[in-house]
């Protein structure tokens, strides 16, 4: 298997724009994690998803963020509008089951910047 | 809500030397995860522990539930080696969601 995917790697834009990060996790898992870290905050889960349906997102800032699992397969991550604070790297990762019980696979990141 | 404290922030050392890092939690647990993250950034799990220890190669991770403490130890620590290492615990008891430790910075010297 190639692991959780995620896309793009690196994206700069600036302030006010839609950003939109994908995530493919590992066939036949079916817990989904988004996760970001910053220097100043470390690693924070901002929402994860459990049979493609949210189970907690009190992690996400705002209104600003929003995510969606519309199969098992892909994952969205959406920031409009995007603001400066936003810049950090954001990281999907699967596990089969609860991920509080199992293994999390991480993908590589997307580092975002917010110009 | 559970707080995790890691210790060191960060530890130099040198090839050879056995390693120990140390990971406190507040609330009880129902299983801790030890997390490796490269120079590179990407993110490796390393253990997932419930009780007693783990081995895996020269890594040994430890936990005592009643203290509310992991260790994890690196022996003949090698430059490879060099990584922040990540505790996690959930936010409470057995909950899903994750709180991460701020990480340790080990770097290992020739």
């Known amino acids: 298997d190639a692991g959780v995917i995620q896309s793009p790697r690196h994206e700069v834009t600036e302030m006010g724009q839609e950003v939109t990060l994908r995530c493919k996790p590992i066939s036949g898992h079916n817990s989904l994690f988004w996760y970001r870290q910053t220097m100043m905050r470390g690693l924070e889960l901002l929402i994860y998803f459990n049979n493609n349906v949210p189970i907690d997102d009190s992690g996400m800032p705002e209104d600003r963020f929003s995510a969606k699992m519309p199969n098992a397969s892909f994952s969205t991550l959406k920031i409009q509008p995007s603001e400066p604070r936003d810049s950090a790297v954001y990281f999907c990762?699967?596990?089969f089951g609860a991920g509080n019980y199992n293994e999390q696979f991480f993908g590589p990141g997307t580092r975002l910047t917010v110009l | 809500k559970n707080e995790v404290e890691q210790s060191p922030q960060n530890l130099t050392a040198q090839e050879g030397e056995f390693i120990t890092i140390n990971c406190s939690y507040s609330v009880g647990i129902s299983a801790l995860h030890w997390l490796q993250q490269h120079p590179g950034g990407g993110i490796v799990s390393l253990f997932m522990l419930s009780s007693g220890k783990k081995k895996h190669g020269r890594l040994i991770a430890t936990i005592n539930i009643q203290e509310k403490h992991s260790s994890l130890h690196i022996t003949a620590s090698h430059p490879r080696d060099s990584a922040v290492y990540i505790c996690?615990?959930?936010?409470?008891?057995?909950?899903?969601?994750?709180?991460f430790g701020k990480g340790t910075k080990l770097t290992v010297n020739p």
């Open positions: 996690a615990v959930p936010t409470q008891g057995g909950s899903e969601k994750l709180v």
């Open positions: 990762a699967s596990s």
